[in-house]
């Protein structure tokens, strides 16, 4: 089994940064995806950005250019950076990894942007 524990999450003003960070702990040699989702209150959960192992980067629309996503797959963790917040980001934030045969998600982290 693998375990996925978020952090970095809190809240900032819009035009902020913040920093996630999602660390995997169990059986992490099994791990071959991490990616990071975020669910608003009211709304169904949406893809944020995305980190293969062969190096493909996907990002939502909604936050090209102001969100970079890396990993570290030595130490099998995932980090969102997230520059110029906007209270449309406000969401809790999930890390989702997945293996050969089984998927697996973080408890989630707050994020609010308001003034």
């Known amino acids: 089994q693998v375990q996925l524990v978020e952090s970095g999450g809190g809240s900032v003003q819009p035009g902020g940064s913040l920093r996630l960070t999602c660390a995997a702990s169990g059986d992490v040699a099994t791990i071959i995806y991490m990616g990071w989702y975020r669910q608003a209150p009211g709304k169904a959960r949406e893809l944020v950005a995305t980190f293969t192992s062969g190096g493909y980067i996907n990002y939502a629309d909604s936050v090209k250019d102001r969100f970079t996503i890396s990993r570290d797959t030595a130490k099998v963790t995932a980090d969102l950076r997230m520059n110029n917040l906007k209270p449309e980001d406000t969401a809790v934030y999930y890390c989702?990894?997945?293996?050969?045969?089984?998927?697996?998600w973080g408890q989630g982290t707050q994020v609010t942007v308001s003034s």
């Open positions: 989702h990894g997945r293996s050969r045969l089984y998927s697996y």
